[in-house]
Structure formats: C-alpha cells, structure tokens
C-alpha cells in the first residue's frame, strides 16, 4: 500500500504491523499485517466500525502495546513509549485532573521538564490557541464538553510534540461543537504543522479533516482501502461538504465500508 518516499517525509513506517491481545487467558489477534506510511505533517485519518482495532493501532503506534512485525518511527524501530508523541482521547473527562484550572491542566505534559518562563509561554500559547484566554483559571466542571476538549488539544499542543494521534476525540460531543471544534483542528494544524493521524468512525469527519484516507475493518482488522483527499487547505463546513470531490471521496469511503462489513458477515 505504501509507496517509496523520501525518508525525512516519513514519520512513521509500519509493515506487516500485527497485535494479539490477551483477554481472560484467550489470545486474540485484533490486527493482521498492516502496512502504511504517516507522512510528515499530513492528517491520516482512519476510519473503521466500533470494535475493529482502531484504539488498538493509536496505542501501538505511541508505542504502548507489544506488536508484531515492524514499526519505524522517524526512522527507528519503536520499542517503548515513542518520545514527541501526543494521545488525545474522546474520554475528556477522564483526560483532565478536575482538582486543576485550565492552566494547571494544560501545563501537565510540561511543567518539571522546561524552564518555568518557557512553560509559561508555551501554556499561553496554547490556550490562546484554542481559544480559552478567558477560562485560564476555571476548572474543568466549570466548563461545557466542548471546552474541556479544548483544554485536552491545548494541553497536547504546549508538549509541541512532533505526532498527534487522535482516538475520536469529538466522538461524545453535539454536532455544532463538534464542527467547531474540526475547524479549530484545521486552524490549529496550519499553525503549529503537526503530523496527524485522526481516527474516527465518522466518515463526513475523516474525510473533512483528512489528506489520506485509509479503512480498518474485518476481524482481525487490516487495512482495505486507502485514498488521498485533495479539498484544498481551506476547508469549510457548508461549501467544502457540497463540493462535488468530498461527495465523491463520501461515497467510495462508504461503499468501501459496506463492502468491508458484508465481506466480515459472510466469513463470520
Ligand atoms: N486490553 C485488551 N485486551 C484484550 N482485548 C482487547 C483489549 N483492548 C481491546 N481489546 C479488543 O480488541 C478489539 C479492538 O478494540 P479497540 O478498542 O481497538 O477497537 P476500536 O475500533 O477502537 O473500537 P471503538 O470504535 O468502539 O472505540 C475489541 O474486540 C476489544 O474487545
Ligand atoms: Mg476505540
């Protein structure tokens, strides 16, 4: 799937990437020989139904997880934790110490490992960023679903890390915030030129968000469909989703998916 490419465009170079997991003593492979560049500074989304493998592809490419076959990250092998790359999990929640303000949140991933001026900045930068100047000293229960996720993408940006992996990060919250906050993504990714890989199960939000494309599915799940999205860098909610490309792209993804679901049902 994956074609040669210069190695300072690639970030990460997966191939014949397996996983098995262990659950109550019974060994599962929950993906099977998946091979795929991320290229540097592009979002690669990947969209996949619910319990396919995709938070499972997220935490072995952190690094997180035992895995079979080869993962190269900026060109080493990846055998621990990978430095420079940040989770953004959908559970906000979770993600936030409700004991700590915006700030204090934000500056989590930093604060201890660089200069207190220069986590300052960074802090500042990053909540100026996402828009949340006014809320430096609320707690996360003091502020809507949509603004806690805002504080979760700012504490990743202060880390200024090289990879963001996404794990449906808009998943729980209402359209409208949801929109908005695809479209800071985008404004965001201008700014600060981070690699992304988006995982969703939301096609119209892999598509609008993405450069590439690529499908998880069947059990165990492999990669069954890739494509790359040319919408242009300015994208909009209402022009960019009637233009007749991202008709077009919708439409492949979401034949591809059927075809993928009833391939899985015929084999089970
Ligand atoms: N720690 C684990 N041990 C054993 N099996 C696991 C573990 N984590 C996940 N699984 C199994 O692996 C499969 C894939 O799970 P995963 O969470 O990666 O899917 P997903 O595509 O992210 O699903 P969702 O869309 O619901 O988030 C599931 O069948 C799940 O039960
Ligand atoms: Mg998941």
């Known amino acids: 799937m994956s074609e040669v490419r210069n190695q300072d465009e ?3 170079q997966v191939h014949d990437l ?3 997991l262990r659950r109550r003593g019974q060994e599962r492979v929950i993906l099977k020989s998946l091979s795929f560049d991320v290229r540097k500074e592009e979002c690669l989304s990947i969209v996949g139904p619910s319990g396919t493998g995709k938070t499972t592809l997220l935490r072995a490419l952190a690094g997180l997880i035992p895995y079979a076959g080869s993962v190269r990250y900026l060109g080493e092998t990846l055998d621990g934790p990978a430095s420079d790359v940040v989770l953004v999990f959908q559970d906000y ?7 700590r303000t915006v700030q204090k949140n934000v500056a989590l991933g930093i604060e201890g ?3 207190r001026d220069q986590c300052q900045e960074r802090i500042d930068e990053a909540i100026e960023t996402v828009g949340l100047q006014n809320y430096r000293d609320s707690y996360p229960w003091e502020l809507s679903g949509g ?6 993408i700012a504490r990743a940006l202060a880390m200024k890390p090289k990879v963001l992996l996404f794990d449906e990060p808009f998943g729980s919250l209402d359209a409208m915030t949801r929109e908005g906050l695809q ?3 985008l404004r965001v990714r201008s700014v600060f030129q981070a690699t992304c890989v988006f995982i ?6 892999a598509v609008y968000l993405g450069d ?4 998880l599915s069947g059990s165990p799940a492999s990669l069954s469909f890739e494509v790359d999205i040319h919408l242009g860098e300015t994208r909009n909610q209402i022009s960019t989703k009637e233009s007749g490309e991202f008709l077009s792209l919708r439409h492949q993804v979401h034949e591809q998916m059927r075809k993928a679901h009833g391939a899985s049902q015929s084999t089970n």
């Open 10 to 12: 690639v970030i990460y």
């Open 18 to 20: 397996s996983v098995n």
């Open 93 to 99: 929640v979770n993600a936030l110490l409700r004991w």
């Open 113 to 115: 490992r660089i200069p």
């Open 147 to 152: 603004m806690q996720q805002r504080v979760q």
């Open 183 to 185: 479209d800071e993504l």
């Open 200 to 205: 969703t199960h939301d096609i119209d939000e």
């Open 212 to 215: 590439r494309l690529m499908l």
